[in-house]
């Protein structure tokens, strides 16, 4: 039902420039999430007031559009930024986000519709057609976005309104045009990149990554836009989406037959580029300008999101490592190294007898899908887990075994009935809690009240005589040597790499050499 308001020729405030203005001027200028808040409603009250002209619509979207920006930057900042977000917290920055791009997008697209029925200021529009539909694409591709930072699901209706509105620009003829989307350096785009920015974030599999390098996924997929491909025909692409048959796009199998609707993608050149990228990053230790990011980022998180990209955007991605077998069952899970460590406590068994010998308070049951020898699949219940994420180390715990492993959350799908899907990698299913201290203490006691407690991986040193330590997130720094106590063994560790970094805790490698005496 459209809004109705009192006075002019369209019943709402914003029919009026003068009006329109002093809207945008009041909006707060210190609370981004409130300023959001209120420019979502007023987006809402014009999609959903049908009277305006579309030459209106159009310039009060952009209006609206444009006060937006600076907000937009700082609650995205601040939804990535917050550890183990509290629901509260978590749910305000979500929803203002989402809550825009939807109606956002849902203002261009009735700009599109109007356009396409031939209705009033058409004509003074004509020209800002492919920014209309670029622009749409553009806010579908953030709704897209925010979905998968919860891990989904994608309503199906993103998909149909980002292929739909693709195909209008390819039928017009205009996909290709240069326009300039926004005002700024980084404003000139096609509708055929923003398109391909979409695919081929969604191809880049950004389920399986934490959301701070979802967040540098996508931004990588813009950047590198202009390099992508798109063809009729299936050379030199990876996969494939129906334009007729809306839905994310597939890894194309060989032999696949063009059809009218259907239009094979690939990072074409921008697989090369983003490998340069590595390889300078790597080299220099910092980001090369001109690339952005959305915001400032260790070069950990992004060569991690680099290298997950480039992974799944190239003709072999990574394949699975051991074959799943269906089965059922349960898992008890402990979320974070804390949790892990309390449940183990070795501090108060000398023995260390690492099964479960009283309950772990923390811990929850999960349901078994699958297993496999590298780890599980498993479901979990809901209002539970509000702490997961993907790179979270949890211990586990199936109904058979005596002792606690670890693991890693490799993945996390949301089904449509809200349930999430989780795999989890299995480091180990021995967890080893263990003491560590600097190598200079001064004395056995120095080492002892100094010690923190840490989680060693193998039961002993691999073929290249190095073992595994989980620790706290900040202990290891690649230089010092550290002493492992395991029973009443000392054990000298020398760092060889960090193989893994999370939000509490480091996963290193290190040479050992047996203490004696």
């Known amino acids: 039902m459209a809004i109705k308001w009192l006075g002019g020729k369209v019943d709402h405030p914003m029919s009026d420039a003068g009006q329109a203005r002093q809207i945008i001027q009041g909006l707060p200028a210190n609370d981004a999430a409130k300023a959001l808040e209120e420019i979502t409603y007023w987006l809402d009250s014009i999609n959903q007031t049908g009277e305006f002209k579309l030459n209106q619509r159009f310039e009060n979207i952009d209006l609206l559009d444009s006060a937006a920006r600076n907000h937009l930057r700082k609650l995205s900042q601040d939804y990535l930024a917050m550890p183990r977000q509290l629901k509260f917290q978590e749910n305000r920055l979500w929803n203002a986000n989402f809550g825009f791009w939807r109606q956002l997008g849902d203002g261009y697209l009735q700009c599109l519709k109007q356009y396409e029925e031939g209705l009033i200021g058409m004509t003074i529009v004509r020209k800002s057609l492919p920014v209309i539909v670029a622009r749409a694409i553009r806010a579908l591709t953030f709704q897209l976005k925010w979905k998968l930072l919860r891990y989904g699901p994608v309503e ?104 009218a609707t259907l239009r094979f993608i690939g990072a074409g050149k921008g697989l090369a580029e983003l490998n340069q990228l590595i390889g300078k990053i790597q080299g220099t230790g910092a980001i090369p300008e001109g690339i952005n990011l959305g915001g400032s980022y260790g070069t950990d998180n992004v060569i991690g999101a680099f290298r997950h990209v480039a992974q799944y955007w190239s003709d072999q991605p990574p394949a699975r490592g051991a074959e799943r077998r269906r089965t059922a069952g349960r898992i008890t899970v402990v979320p974070g190294l804390k949790d892990i460590l309390k449940t183990l406590d070795p501090s108060d068994d000398d023995t260390l007898d690492f099964s479960l010998s009283q309950p772990a308070a923390s811990g929850e049951s999960w349901i078994v899908e699958d297993v496999s020898d590298g780890g599980y699949g498993a479901m979990i219940p809901t209002v539970k887990s509000d702490w997961i994420r993907v790179g979270t180390i949890v211990g586990v715990r199936n109904e058979a075994a005596k002792y606690w492993g670890v ?73 010092d040597s550290l002493d492992m106590t395991v029973r009443d063994k000392s054990i000298q560790l020398t760092p060889m790499g960090l193989v893994e970094g999370g939000e509490d805790f480091d996963w290193a490698k290190f040479k050992v050499e047996e203490r004696k005496g």
């Open 156 to 259: 199906p209706r993103i998909w149909q309104e980002l292929t739909q509105t693709y195909a209008i620009a390819e039928q017009r003829g205009f996909a290709d045009g240069v326009i300039t989307l926004y005002p700024g350096a980084l404003g000139e785009s096609t509708v055929k990149r923003e398109f391909l920015t979409a695919m081929m974030f969604s191809a880049a599999s950004p389920e399986g990554l934490p959301p701070l390098r979802q967040e540098i996924a996508e931004r990588t997929a813009a950047h590198l836009a202009s390099s992508f491909r798109t063809s009729i025909r299936p050379d030199g692409c990876t996969h494939c989406v129906n334009l007729a048959s809306p839905g994310p796009p597939v890894r194309q199998f060989k032999g696949v037959e063009p059809t």
């Open 407 to 479: 693991g890693l959350i490799r993945r996390i799908v949301r089904d449509e009935k809200e349930l999430r899907h989780v795999g989890i990698q299995v480091l180990t299913t021995t967890a080893i809690p263990v003491k560590l201290s600097k190598s200079q203490a001064l004395s056995f006691t120095d080492a002892d009240r100094d010690a923190e407690r840490a989680i060693l991986l193998p039961t002993g040193p691999d073929a290249r005589g190095e073992v595994g330590v989980i620790m706290r997130s900040g202990l290891f720094n690649g230089r």
